[in-house]
């Protein structure tokens, strides 16, 4: 089998927070956190063509046809979220690689911090991290202009990747011996960079005490959206 490798440095693993019902948060109005759209647009498009290119690496280095076959199904269902964020950004009347060039530099950072040292942990830096910021950048929708932001949460909650990457990985965590334990230390390790990603979208992301109290609530809901789903797959977030 062919893996993926990266080099991986050295950083302190995130404490997560405990695990908090999203019933229980309050709800925060977005209107004064949302960048201007044209803004959102590009950093969320640029986003989905990263996640595109990661399932395409892991497409190419997958052990099996079977393997290839599902994750290639989950990069398309990437690549038509990007696609139908940059039809937004024409809507706007901008030029797409010209609005998501400035994102590039942090998010490509991201991708690498995020890669994994084999095919295994790329899957799981993945189904993480894509999870993590769609069901973000969801939320953070709300503080769109409305028929915009309705559109934006449509192309973002298509399902369908993250069914396979969760079947994937379940998979190898039942044959592989000690697996889930590896796993389990790397999924905890990916959140602090995913939710720096997260904050760096939002409108005054400079820290102060009022902006911390305001976006609290966001951040431990995504949290607790993301130990459901360590859960699912058997592992401890």
């Not at 044959?175 to 990916?190: I, N, P």
Request: net charge negative.
């Amino acid at each position: 089998m062919v893996l993926w490798s990266a080099r991986r440095g050295s950083r302190e693993t995130p404490r997560l927070r405990p695990r908090v019902a999203p019933t229980d948060l309050a709800r925060v109005d977005f209107t004064e956190l949302v960048p201007e759209p044209v803004a959102f647009l590009g950093q969320a498009a640029y986003i989905q063509l990263e996640a595109f290119e990661n399932l395409a690496r892991a497409v190419a280095t997958a052990p099996s046809i079977d393997s290839k076959e599902g994750l290639s199904a989950a990069a398309g269902v990437a690549l038509r979220k990007h696609h139908a964020l940059i039809a937004e950004l024409r809507r706007e009347g901008v030029e797409p690689v010209e609005v998501m060039a400035p994102f590039a530099p942090a998010t490509d950072r991201f991708r690498e911090a995020t890669a994994g040292a084999d095919w295994y942990e790329l899957l799981l830096g993945i189904h993480v991290t894509t999870g993590m910021l769609d069901d973000f950048f969801a939320r953070l929708a709300a503080g769109l202009p409305h028929e915009v932001g309705d559109r934006v949460r449509r192309i973002l909650d298509e399902q369908g990747a993250a069914e396979v990457l969760q079947r994937e990985l379940g998979r190898a965590i039942a044959e592989q011996r000690g697996l889930a334990d590896r796993l389990a230390l790397w999924g905890r390790s990916l959140v602090g960079d995913t939710l720096l990603i997260a904050r760096s979208a939002l409108r005054g992301a400079e820290p102060s005490g009022r902006f911390d109290e305001d976006v609290e609530p966001v951040f431990t809901e995504l949290i607790a959206d993301h130990t459901r789903r360590m859960d699912a797959l058997g592992l401890t977030a």
